[in-house]
């Protein structure tokens, strides 16, 4: 049975920082192409950053403040969040993929609110 179990959301003052963490059992996600969404309410999920074999990708929300990496010793990857704003608010949501094959975990919420 494959999991990605996601944590380190919670509260935060604008300007503050979270890191995300996301641990894969079940898969090698050092083949999988492992992603950040997040989504807000009342939007549509949205990408936020990509981590694959060819290097680290992001969208714009995210780039600049946000890193995505991974330790595939521990199986995980994670979004390191900098300078976070109001509208960054919003569940984020781990994601493998592999050909025909992905995987959800069951997301966490990050609040950026003074």
């Known amino acids: 049975q494959v999991q990605l179990v996601e944590s380190g959301g919670g509260l935060v003052q604008p300007g503050g920082s979270l890191r995300l963490s996301c641990t894969a059992s079940?898969?090698?996600?050092?083949?999988?192409?492992m992603r950040w969404y997040r989504q807000a309410p009342g939007k549509q999920r949205e990408l936020v950053a990509t981590s694959r074999l060819g290097g680290n990708y992001y969208e714009h929300p995210a780039k600049g403040r946000f890193t995505i990496s991974r330790d595939n010793s521990k199986n995980s990857v994670y979004l390191q969040m900098d300078n976070l704003k109001p509208e960054d608010t919003a569940v984020y949501f781990c994601h493998a993929a592999l050909a025909t094959n992905e995987y959800w975990g069951q997301g966490i919420q990050v609040t950026v609110s003074s």
């Open positions: 079940g898969i090698n996600i050092g083949i999988y192409i």
